[in-house]
């Protein structure tokens, strides 16, 4: 069951009461991930035990927690990448026994081949699916136009700033139409006014076509400037959803100008207070 906190216990209430019917996008039921000791002086390790968590079609969600509480393992688990030791995945109704062919999954560090051009290298994932090379390199025209580089398209990796590299890296993930895009604090390493062009260009490729995005994030401001709702994990080991806080606010949204929304004040003020116990948590379970 999971714990509520008083403070949002009405946006919870009108989110429930507003989601979407239609199946759900992703669907972590009851999952535990448990990793095996090394050595023989070494226990286990549970990452995450009876997690739940649905995220909709077209919804943008974030997760944030106290470092060490699970988040990257949630989105391994989404992608196929980790198998749950208990409990199911499904991705759009179907059960996930392997890779998840419907998500794309953008990491911290880009994956930029830095042999290949900003064009060939958003364009290698749909030659790697069979289209004819000159076919691909079209398509991947116009994604880097997209993501406003469409004058860079013949720089190689280590000739672009950390933006236009995770604007390539963006391009080369959106390009393969997935239907669910997972995120692990895609711009943490970007200066702040380059993050904040990055949170805004994503916000408006998101709304074209309202794919569902799981992001995690370990900035709350970010969290709640981009997403439809935020969950906040509980502090590691063992850890697993706590609340959920439906971000009420209107879109289109500029990140910057958000955050001087009343309503953007309350919502910070609320989920920094559940954060705030579990931050403190993992740092009195460090200090034993």
Known sequence: MMRGHPANSSIVARFMSSAPQSVPALVLDQVTCTFPGRGSTRAAYTAVQAASLTVHDGEFV???????????????LAAGLQAPTAGTVHAFGERLRGLNGQAGYLFQADALFPWRTALDNVAIGLELRGMPRSQARERAGDWLRRVRLGAHA????????????????????????????????????????TRQLMENELLELWAQERRCVLFVTHDLEEAIALSDRVV???????????AHYAVD??????????????RFVELHRAIWS??????????????V
């Open 274 to 287: 559940a954060l705030k116990q579990e931050v403190m948590k993992a740092h009195e379970q460090r200090d």
């Open 232 to 242: 906040v994990l509980s502090a590691g080991p063992a850890s697993r959803p706590i």
């Open 249 to 262: 606010l209107p879109r289109p949204r500029d990140v910057q100008e958000i955050a001087l929304h009343p």
């Open 154 to 193: 013949a720089k190689y990796p280590h000739e672009m700033s950390g933006g236009m590299r995770k604007r390539a890296a963006l391009a080369q993930t959106l390009i393969l139409e997935p239907r669910m895009l997972l995120m692990d604090e895609p711009f943490s390493a970007l200066d702040v006014q």
């Open 62 to 76: 974030s997760l944030v927690g106290p470092t060490g509480c699970g988040k990257s393992t949630l989105l391994n």
